[in-house]
């Protein structure tokens, strides 16, 4: 489920909303509608955790010593 940054346009408090299809978007200080919305730091970290290799070894895949298509699965 996403995870959005808003900030407040009212008051200016800034928070995370996890959004649903039913989730109304309102400040949770002064319930206001009015949200601008930020960069998802949750999707930001997940990409660039999905960009790294894998530690652990040559193959991506698996750790195999001897790299990719050296074990039984790669
Ligand atoms: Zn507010």
Redesign the pocket.
């Known amino acids: 489920m996403p995870i959005y940054e808003y900030s407040?346009q009212?008051?200016?408090?800034a928070f995370e909303l996890l959004v649903r299809s039913d989730t109304v978007l309102e400040?949770p200080?002064?319930?206001?509608p009015q949200l601008a919305k930020q960069l998802s730091v949750f999707a930001t970290a997940a990409s660039t955790e999905a960009a790294l290799p894998m530690a652990g070894g040559p193959c991506g895949s698996c750790g195999h010593p001897d790299g990719p298509g050296s074990c039984a699965l790669h």
């Open positions: 407040c009212d008051c200016g408090s400040c200080q002064c319930h206001s």
